[in-house]
């Protein structure tokens, strides 16, 4: 790609090639990008992340499950919170957007398409909550019910079920590269998606693994070092800004070593099962 079409984060790679995704140098990209740009990428998102922050940890600390209000309230918050912070990270690592004040926040039509989005995603992972959520998940204990209560039908509907849920994933995962095209505006192209990760889903799948992977590490090991409650959800918090950074960034490099550059989807608007 020329100079001209790169972001903050420096490109891999010198030429597009849309048909396997390199999961070692885009981690590389994604975690060299996050740290050198990481006061950038803050200073973009202070506010918004602060609020992100406050709210998540209200929903670990009060016992909203005795306030249902409450609890709907604070997870819709940090829901609308976390898009505008996602949108401003890709708009950043994708076009190199910066807004003009840092201390906005903005919610508008690219942020409820990003929400828009993320909700479709969200449909595809029912099946596999139904058929292997955990057990404190109410629909997934019903639907355990059903199945041991059917009998014979109860194998075949869980059988379905596990299938179902394999598809959904496998769908999910391939689609992720939607929620950085909504975020520099670029049109609602599945089938092109669905072209452009033939044979990665493995490698999305690893990529989004292994950029998480150290977080999951560093909160246990804060976890089981004996710090009180408070300071370890303060420091893992903390520690999560940067890993959401590196979670963005993945899912932005992806799309443009798969996808192509900004307005690779706008070109192809002339077919029919372009949104």
């Not at 396997?20 to 140098?25: F, G, I, R, S, T």
């Not at 060299?32 to 940890?57: D, Q």
């Not at 009060?62 to 997870?75: D, F, I, K």
């Not at 075949?156 to 689609?175: A, Q």
């Amino acid at each position: 790609m020329s100079d001209q079409q790169r972001g903050p984060f420096s490109d891999m790679h010198d030429e597009f090639n849309p048909k396997k995704l390199d999961v070692l140098a885009a981690l590389r990209e994604a975690y060299g990008g996050a740290w050198n740009n990481l006061s950038e990428m803050l200073r973009l998102i202070w506010l918004p992340g602060s609020l992100y922050l406050a709210f998540s940890l209200v929903g670990s600390f009060l016992p909203l499950e005795n306030n249902l209000l409450l609890g709907v309230l604070v997870e819709l918050a940090t829901f609308f919170l976390w898009a505008i912070v996602s949108v401003a990270w890709y708009r950043f690592i994708l076009v190199g957007a910066k807004p003009d004040r840092a201390y906005q926040i903005n919610f508008g039509r690219r942020e409820a398409r990003f929400l828009f989005v993320c909700l479709g995603l969200v449909m595809l992972a029912v099946p596999s909550l139904l058929f292997g959520g955990p057990p404190e998940f109410p629909p997934a204990e019903y639907m355990r019910g059903v199945i041991a209560s059917a009998g014979a039908a109860g194998s075949l509907i869980g059988f379905f079920g596990i299938m179902l849920s394999f598809v959904g994933i496998y769908f999910l995962v391939r689609l992720l590269l939607l929620l950085p095209a909504v975020a520099i505006d670029e049109p609602l192209n599945v089938r092109m998606v669905l072209e452009r990760t033939r044979g990665n889903f493995w490698r999305i799948t690893a990529l989004s693994v292994l950029a998480s992977l150290p977080l999951l590490v560093i909160v246990t090991i804060v976890f089981a070092a004996g710090l009180p409650v408070f300071l370890a959800m303060i420091f893992s918090s903390l520690v999560s800004i940067f890993f959401a950074i590196v979670n963005v960034a993945v899912l932005a490099i992806a799309f443009r070593e798969l996808i192509g550059p900004p307005g690779a989807m706008a070109a192809d608007l002339d077919r029919q099962d372009t949104i």
